[in-house]
């Protein structure tokens, strides 16, 4: 019995001892409402919310260079939205997020099964195509590109955004 009490002991004192891995930010369900709560949440900021899936071939190449652009441009608040169609790609999704350089971009996942209502509630004349990219500007105004946002763009778009007030 004491040596299971001082083996318990001794496991704890080593857990507590070990370094805390840091996991991986967790995918956001997006679903019914989600897109209200992500103006609401990036209001007054100008900010970048990009729709892309894992089975998407232009947004496996246009990920990294999001990536890029997010680590250049600290003021620009990025969100992703992984709007694949096939349903259980999380793991997938996380590795893309990951190797591209965007983990630490808030991340969001089609939750919904309905996903032409999740669409809808974004954009009503969207069909579904991706990527998608939406500039959204710090007065609330909204730009979409339809297809590969050339990094370019992006870089324009940015530098006509006013600096932000302290």
């Known amino acids: 019995m004491k040596r299971q009490l001082l083996a318990g002991v001794f496991l704890v004192a080593f ?14 369900p997006f679903g019914r409402g989600s897109w209200q709560d992500v103006l609401r949440a990036h209001a007054g900021r100008p900010t970048i919310v990009h729709f892309w899936g894992v089975t998407c071939g232009p947004c496996k190449v246009e990920l990294p260079l999001l990536g890029e652009f997010m680590k250049d441009h600290p003021s620009i608040d990025v969100v992703t939205i ?64 339809e297809g590969s946002a050339e990094i370019t763009d992006l870089e324009k778009w940015s530098d006509q955004q006013p600096a932000a007030t302290r």
């Open 15 to 28: 857990l507590l001892s070990a370094p805390a891995s840091e996991a991986p930010p967790q995918l956001k």
């Open 82 to 145: 992984s709007a694949d169609l096939v349903p259980n790609l999380s793991a997938a999704t996380q590795s893309m997020l990951e190797k591209s350089g965007l983990s630490s971009a808030e991340n969001w996942i089609f939750s919904d099964g309905f996903v032409e209502r999740l669409r809808f509630e974004v954009d009503p004349s969207w069909q579904g195509d991706i990527p998608r990219t939406m500039l959204i500007s710090r007065e609330g105004t909204i730009t979409t590109i």
